[in-house]
C-alpha cells in the first residue's frame, strides 16, 4: 500500500490495484485543484485503472471543476461511495458513457465491484 497526498486530499494505492481517494472536510474543489488531482493520478505507478472515491467527508466541486473531472479519462473504472443520500438525483450525469461507474452505500461493496472490474476478461 502505497500513500500520496495533496493539500486537499490523500490517496491510498492498494495492492490490490485499487486507488483509494478520500477528499478533506469541507474543501470545495475548483478547476485548478481538479487539474491538480487529475495530474496526480496520472503519474502514480503502476498505472490507475480503478478509483474508489470514499465520500467519508462533505466536500463539492465547482461546476467547471465538476466537467473536468468528468472529461478525464484517467480511470476506466469509478466507484463513488455515498454515506449519505445525494440531493442532486442525477448523480454520475456528468460522466461520459466510457466511464464505468457506480455508487455504492459502503466501501466494502464498492470495493468487490471494482476487483470484479479488474478481474473481468
Known amino acids: 500500500m502505497k500513500q ?3 493539500d486537499f486530499c490523500d490517496f491510498v494505492h492498494h495492492e490490490n490495484g485499487v486507488l483509494e481517494v478520500i477528499v478533506h472536510e469541507g474543501v470545495e474543489i475548483t478547476s485548478d485543484m481538479a487539474h491538480e488531482f487529475l495530474g496526480a493520478i496520472d503519474n502514480i ?8 472515491v470514499n465520500r467519508k467527508n462533505n466536500y463539492s466541486y465547482t461546476f467547471s471543476a465538476n466537467f473536468i473531472l468528468a472529461k478525464a479519462n484517467s480511470v476506466k473504472y469509478l466507484a463513488i461511495v455515498n454515506y449519505r443520500k445525494l440531493m442532486w438525483p442525477l448523480k454520475g450525469a456528468f ?3 466510457k466511464y464505468r461507474i457506480a455508487f455504492f452505500d459502503n466501501t466494502e461493496e464498492a470495493t468487490e ?9
Open 45 to 52: 505507478e503502476p498505472k490507475v485503472v480503478a478509483a474508489l
Open 95 to 97: 460522466f461520459p458513457k
Open 4 to 6: 500520496y497526498s495533496l
Open 113 to 121: 465491484w471494482l476487483l470484479f472490474k479488474l478481474n473481468e476478461k
